[in-house]
């Protein structure tokens, strides 16, 4: 009796095979993930079935490594892909959070509020975790809470640090839920000042905004993604970078996991001791596929070049932006990837239905994860004339639909106008 026949009989009578799973292409315009490139596509589909220790992939490890230096602008030994996504790289960085640090964190939208909610969970003692399990609340750990729609200033962070002296101090680059920029020169100065040790969530800035984290000593732990600035393909690696006084932290005190041990995922990546070797020592097992799409990803942001890429991020979101204030919205968001805005007054409370009546005909925009509801429209990889007219004209349609009076016709030509005239 074969083990299919046998389970036939514990499940429904009449079931049939599902057919082959197709999934459309939509226009990804939120606030990740991005548009896959072609070419990031086209080397996942093509490389061959080799496991994670053969030549190939491991020398497309190593590159990518030397790569990813070049992308964070940094020399530092432990820069890496974590496996996964953007919050696997997070938790790999806060790994080295032991029970009863202090540290200060910033908050200003959904995205830092979970790095927060991470922060606590490493950091709390065994009864401060099993008193609230999914929300702890360990007194070393304090949180300042910035509103939605506003940027973590420097005279913010320097207040908190002076006050509080933590261990550690952590912030989100950029908040991808309110689409704001941070103020990281004031992070670094306040830690330097301080004494603690920075840790950044950058996951939307890396490779949107030009910046070298070398400039930034006090920051010691930096995490991004796959998908957004990076634009490789989601669940591929996170990108890390911790430099040596948070590794030798770690090799001191060690750290409670294996999986996202930085140390011990660093190996796999031809690094031990602080330095570059040739042998991959197994970590886990790596997919050829991730790293062939993962490097070509890499590739594709050195050729277009950091400087170049972060003046087209502003140049084209200057025209979104503008376009969307035209049909008569409230922009709130100052980032170079992404518009966060509310809609005219007469429509507040349609976001989530505008939202919803695009996404259904596959313009995947957005809106906010938390209170209060806005909207989000991202650029990623949409950087040219005719996907810029595409979605400022799926935009306006939208708009139109809900009865909103939009001259589609004249924002168009107004973004075109301003799109020839760099
Ligand atoms: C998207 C995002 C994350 C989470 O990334 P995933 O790839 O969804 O795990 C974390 N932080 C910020 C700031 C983000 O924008």
């Given amino acids: 009796m074969s083990r299919q026949a046998n389970l036939k009989h514990t499940t429904e009578e009449d079931f049939e095979m599902f057919p082959q799973l197709e999934i459309p292409d939509t226009l990804a315009a939120g606030p990740g993930p991005g548009n896959t490139d072609p070419r990031v596509l086209e080397r996942f589909a093509a490389a061959g079935v080799a496991d994670h220790m053969q030549v190939d992939v491991v020398r497309g490890m190593k590159e990518a490594k030397f790569m990813l230096r070049e992308v964070f602008g940094t020399r530092n030994a432990y820069t890496f892909g974590v496996c996964g996504t953007g919050w696997d790289g997070l938790d790999c960085v806060f790994s080295p959070i032991l029970p009863g640090d202090t540290v200060v964190s910033f908050v200003n939208g959904t995205f830092s509020g979970i790095d927060d909610f991470n922060i606590r969970l490493k950091a709390s003692s065994v009864e401060e975790l099993a008193k609230d399990p999914m929300n702890p609340r360990p007194a070393n750990v304090v949180t300042i809470d910035v509103p939605h729609g506003e940027s973590v200033t420097g005279e913010i962070i320097e207040a908190a640090l002076a006050e509080h002296k933590p261990m550690w101090a952590f912030m989100a680059h950029f908040e991808t839920g309110s689409g704001r920029v941070n103020d990281i020169q004031g992070f670094n100065d306040a830690c330097a000042k301080h004494g603690a040790m920075g840790i950044v969530d950058a996951v939307s800035s890396l490779g949107i905004a030009c910046f070298s984290i070398d400039d930034y000593p006090a920051v010691t732990s930096w995490a991004s993604c796959p998908q957004k600035g990076i634009l490789g393909l989601p669940l591929t690696y996170a990108p890390v970078s911790l430099n040596g006084k948070v590794i030798d932290l770690v090799r001191r005190r060690g750290c409670y996991t294996y999986v996202h041990h930085p140390i011990l995922e660093a190996r796999h990546w031809c690094i031990a001791d602080g330095k570059d070797v040739e042998t991959a020592a197994y970590h886990r097992t790596h997919s050829g596929y991730a790293v062939a799409s993962f490097h070509e990803a890499l590739r594709l942001l050195l050729e277009y070049g950091r ?43 349609k976001e989530k239905e505008l939202v919803g009546k695009c996404r259904e005909r596959g313009f995947a925009i957005w809106p906010t994860l938390s209170e209060p509801t806005q909207i989000r429209i991202g650029i990623l990889n949409q950087l040219t004339v005719g996907a810029l007219n595409d979605i400022v004209g799926r935009y306006a349609d939208a708009m139109t639909e809900m009865g909103a009076t939009v001259d589609k016709g004249r924002i168009l030509d107004d973004l075109n106008s301003y799109l020839s005239s760099r």
């Fill in 307 to 349: 400087e170049q890429k972060a003046e087209d991020y502003e140049f084209y979101e200057k025209g979104l932006r503008n376009a969307i204030e035209a049909m008569g919205c409230k922009v709130t968001s100052n980032m170079p990837s992404l518009v966060v805005f509310d809609l005219p007054e007469e429509f507040t409370g």
